[in-house]
């Protein structure tokens, strides 16, 4: 049990929305459940659910590859029991030596950093490493230089702009944040806003600036600022809009996070276009990609590290069977 817990504690270094961590583990003798957490849903920015399913992806990627360094080959399967309860199945089957992926090292250095970058392009070598560090089915990424970042920038405030008006949004956003560092590690979840670059406040004045100081113009323009600074754009893609497509595009984005760490590079999350329903069709269309799904946009360059957030203690993530139930 013991071994399996290390797994799991490299698991939950996955990111996921809001850094809402909705993920349940089951544990077998020689199997792990990744289950999702209902309670931690985020119903206005993702309410078909399917960045919660990219969340649990990217952690599943973490225990395969955590797996292979402790010794285990991992198979992976999408069981559902019925159409409300489906869930990821790892078996876990031991080898006779490690199998190491050379990404573990970077489980616990990677971050979502949400800073400015220094606006300086990348080497071809690494742009390269970064194209191919993934190859799983169903899913491909589209790069977009610093010059064709004019491309995507319409989509970007369009998405920034309608959620910004969206009281609900906002409300939704406002409540997963947490303003100081005593309250970020109590909860151990969450948006802490020195992980953001945000000053220090309160949660009365941090819920006044946010929802009467904070506006859609202001977003818009704090947006062009970062999206410029990056040295490029990437979009992930689905052949299908499915949770089996949903939870590889988790595991591939995270081997672009784990990557882009190997490399010292940083990433963060540009998501308000694939987020927002319509302006996603608008963008599908305008970047040929009919029949396909753009579910994931992310920004990468140059940067400093940020505040590392937190993460919940792993046995508050695991769970008995029968308890569960």
Known sequence: MEQIKELIKYAVRAPSGHNTQPWKFIVFESEIQIHPDHTRVLPVVDSDNHALWISLGCALENLVIAGGKFGFKSEV????????????????????????????????????????????????????????????????????????????????????????????????????????EKEAKEKGDGLWTACMGLPKMNRFIGNIVMKHFVSAKSEAKRWKKLIHSSSGLVLFVADKNDIEHWVNLGRAFQRFGLTAA????????????????????????????????????????????????????????????????
């Open 262 to 325: 190997k490399l010292n590079i940083s990433h963060a999350h540009v998501n308000m276009p694939c987020e927002e329903i319509e302006v996603r069709k608008q963008m599908t269309k305008s970047l040929d990609l009919t029949g396909k799904h753009p579910l994931l946009l992310i920004r990468f360059g140059y940067s400093d590290k940020m505040t590392y957030s937190f993460r919940r203690p792993v046995e508050d993530v695991i769970f008995k069977k029968d308890a569960y139930i």
């Open 77 to 180: 399967n999408i069981s559902s029991e019925d159409k409300d309860r489906t869930f990821i199945k790892v078996k876990l089957f031991s080898l006779d030596k490690q199998r190491p992926d050379e990404l573990f090292d970077y489980i616990g250095t990677r971050q979502s950093t949400r800073n400015e970058y220094e606006a300086i392009n990348l080497s071809v070598q690494d742009l390269n490493v970064l194209k191919t560090c993934f190859d799983i089915q169903g899913i491909n990424a589209r790069f977009f230089s610093q010059d064709e970042i004019k491309v995507l920038e319409p989509f970007i405030i369009e998405g920034s702009n309608l959620q910004f008006k969206n009281k609900k949004f906002v409300t939704e956003l406002v409540s997963w944040f947490r303003f100081f």
